[in-house]
């Protein structure tokens, strides 16, 4: 008995580790997916009725969903802010040099935190 449940836990535990992907529901469509340098994979969504946008984020430290966020055409290139308190964070949909390349940058108190380079996918 005590071996039967054994097996039976491990593979639920193990299946309980992995984080689902974030992301929107049907009520929304993908409009930019990236993966990003140290394991970030970014998804912008816009909801069908209301336009708005939705930030959707997976990354080894676990996963952040936001709303409300803007955007705007900055140097040629589209950007998109979303705002979480004292935090914003920016997905830049392309480079001047390559439109399939593209930059997440995180602030605090509009300092840069970080700045990672993405690739579109």
Do not use: H
Request: net charge positive; with cysteine.
């Amino acid at each position: 008995m005590k071996t039967s449940a054994l097996f039976l836990a491990l593979p639920i535990s193990i299946l309980a580790n992995f984080s689902l992907p974030a992301s929107a529901d049907s009520t929304a469509g993908i409009i930019l997916s990236t993966k990003c340098q140290g394991g970030y994979n970014i998804n912008i969504w816009q909801n069908y009725t209301s336009g708005e946008l939705l930030y959707r984020a997976t990354n080894p430290n676990g996963n952040l969903s936001l709303g409300k966020g803007t955007s705007q055409a900055t140097e040629g290139v589209r950007v998109y802010k979303f705002r979480k308190g004292i935090y914003e964070y920016w997905v830049w949909d392309g480079t001047l040099d390559n439109p399939q390349s593209g930059t997440l940058e995180v602030y605090k108190n509009n300092r840069i935190l970080m700045k990672q380079a993405c690739r579109k996918s």
